[in-house]
């Protein structure tokens, strides 16, 4: 895809982070922008500043694990534009709560899995017919996580599962776009540290799926979201820069595109990918020294 201007673009979880500087991003590249997310002031605050900045962007509040209303966002992002060209399945949470694979609850897994899984299966089911039947160029991009490509303990193991979802949804749909000869292509976004709100997300769980944990246990796991989320404000990669990356990455038609602001950890991340594959090609055990990050 290389003509932006007047094209439209949609993103899932666009109030802050990441999102909002894909919208940002597109919207300064003369597109028009459907901004989708599950909290509203804070959507409504993102679409307000990019109106004031001349920017022609509508928003629409979105809860991704919900198909009526993902159907709800295509409809809605039709009658005001008529197309779509661009497609980022963005939003996701995380839950810091388990120390092991067997402690997430089901709570946690219905969740995370419900967000950053079925958000995206929803987002493909419903956008991708409309914009294969369009017949122009167009990109997905899909919202992974280096813990979708790597291996490791269980510590965050709803978060990890979801994001292998999405990786090998997005592969299946590079070969989809391929076999049909479409126009569409797609990237498979990994992001490592970002300096964003993810790790606060517990903010937007729905009530009925919150977990009663005892006083203790409840402050434990919000001090330890606070500890995550100040280490990634602090040396997680800009927003912005993901945005340009992303941006970059559609007009190259790059698929694979790890975001890593840490060039140690990101030679950790792929050799964690090497030896799981190698060990998955040698039918060997993993090694335990082998850990995500």
């Known amino acids: 895809m290389q003509e932006f201007k007047g094209k439209v673009a949609v993103v899932t979880g666009a109030a802050s982070g990441m999102g909002r500087g894909f919208a940002e991003r597109f919207a300064s590249e003369g597109m028009k922008v459907v901004l989708a997310d599950v909290e509203k002031p804070a959507l409504n605050t993102a679409v307000e500043e990019l109106q004031r900045q001349g920017f022609d962007v509508i928003g629409q509040l979105t809860d991704v694990s919900q198909l009526a209303q993902v159907e709800a966002l295509r409809d809605r992002t039709l009658k005001q534009y008529g197309k779509v060209h661009i497609l980022c399945n963005n939003a996701g949470v995380v839950s810091h709560g388990a120390t092991a694979i067997w402690d997430a609850t089901m709570h946690d897994w219905e969740w995370v899995l419900g967000v950053n899984l079925w958000g995206v299966i ?23 996580s280096v813990l979708g490509i790597m291996t490791g303990a269980g510590e965050i193991g709803p978060y990890s599962v979801s994001k ?31 300096a964003t709100k993810l790790d606060l997300s517990e903010r937007n769980r729905p009530s ?4 009663n944990h005892c006083a203790e246990r409840q402050a434990e796991i919000e001090a330890k979201n606070r500890a995550v989320f100040l280490r990634h404000q602090s040396g997680g990669m800009a927003p912005s820069e993901v945005a340009d990356r992303v941006f970059n990455a559609i007009k190259a038609e790059q698929f694979y595109l790890i975001t890593e602001p840490n060039p140690d950890s990101l030679v950790r991340i792929k050799e964690n990918v090497r030896v799981r594959m190698e060990s998955i090609l040698a039918e060997r055990n993993l090694p335990l020294e082998t850990t995500p990050r």
């Open 122 to 144: 929803h987002g493909v089911s419903t956008f991708l017919p409309i914009m294969i039947e369009q017949d122009e160029a167009g990109h997905v991009v899909n919202n992974s």
């Open 164 to 194: 292998f979802g999405v990786t090998r949804i997005t592969e299946a749909l590079y070969y989809d776009l391929a076999r049909i000869n479409s126009k569409l292509k797609c990237t498979l976004l990994c992001p490592g540290e970002i």
């Open 208 to 211: 009925v799926l919150k977990d």
